[in-house]
């Protein structure tokens, strides 16, 4: 709610133009109850192992309201959209199967809309660049990137390169928040 420009009628500063607030119709029919809304994702997470939920649940990464299409820069269409799921389906495999995955607090691919010149095989390709982003932080206000083994990140940039049609480069977002925010978009 901070971000979204608001928190106990005060206003902030609004960094998050698509947080999950407002959009909402003014007549929805039924009362909404939000008992969660003024808790950040830590102490929701505090609430989550209390009430005895299953730890995959309580520690799943967070995904954004809008969907990945705020994780693609530029034009989204059905096929960056399939680009990108692929990638983002590699990177969080290879984030578990390194046994990362808890000790990072949010992972994800972004479609960036620079092509760049690479090889596929024996032929020259233009193809798209995939930022990858992984975080570490306990209230998402403030964030530092991912120190992740150079091992991890060839696997994850080789498999993403190798098996997603449409990309033949992988970088990796090494910028704190702030002053970048952990979503691209």
Same mark, same amino acid.
């Given at each position: 709610?901070?971000?979204?420009?608001?928190?106990?009628?005060?206003?902030?500063?609004?960094?998050?133009?698509?947080?999950?607030?407002?959009?909402?119709?003014?007549?929805?029919?039924?009362?909404?109850?939000?008992?969660?809304?003024?808790?950040?994702?830590?102490?929701?997470?505090?609430?989550?192992?209390?009430?005895?939920?299953?730890?995959?649940?309580?520690?799943?990464?967070?995904?954004?309201?809008?969907?990945?299409?705020? @994780? %693609? $820069?530029? *034009? /989204?269409?059905?096929?960056?959209?399939? !680009?990108?799921?692929?990638?983002?389906?590699?990177?969080?495999?290879?984030?578990?199967?390194?046994?990362?995955?808890?000790?990072?607090?949010?992972?994800?691919?972004?479609?960036?809309?620079?092509?760049?010149?690479?090889?596929?095989?024996?032929?020259?390709?233009?193809?798209?660049?995939?930022?990858?982003?992984?975080?570490?932080?306990?209230?998402?206000?403030?964030?530092?990137?991912?120190?992740?083994?150079?091992?991890?990140?060839?696997?994850?940039?080789? @498999? %993403? $390169?190798? *098996? /997603?049609?449409?990309?033949?480069?992988? !970088?990796?977002?090494?910028?704190?928040?702030?002053?970048?925010?952990?979503?691209?978009?």
């Amino acid at each position: 709610m901070i971000e979204s420009g608001s928190k106990d009628g005060n206003l902030a500063a609004n960094i998050k133009l698509h947080h999950n607030v407002g959009g909402l119709p003014e007549q929805l029919g039924f009362d909404l109850v939000e008992p969660l809304r003024d808790l950040f994702k830590d102490e929701v997470r505090t609430v989550g192992e209390y009430l005895g939920l299953p730890e995959n649940m309580v520690w799943r990464h967070p995904f954004p309201g809008p969907g990945l299409a705020v @994780r %693609i $820069i530029g *034009e /989204v269409t059905e096929k960056r959209l399939a !680009v990108l799921r692929e990638a983002d389906e590699i990177l969080i495999d290879e984030i578990r199967a390194a046994g990362l995955y808890r000790s990072i607090s949010q992972a994800l691919a972004v479609l960036v809309p620079v092509a760049t010149v690479g090889v596929m095989g024996d032929e020259r390709s233009y193809e798209n660049v995939c930022a990858i982003r992984c975080v570490e932080t306990t209230d998402f206000m403030t964030a530092d990137f991912s120190h992740i083994p150079y091992e991890v990140l060839g696997v994850i940039s080789s @498999r %993403i $390169i190798n *098996e /997603v049609r449409g990309i033949n480069r992988v !970088v990796y977002d090494v910028s704190s928040k702030p002053p970048a925010t952990i979503e691209w978009e």
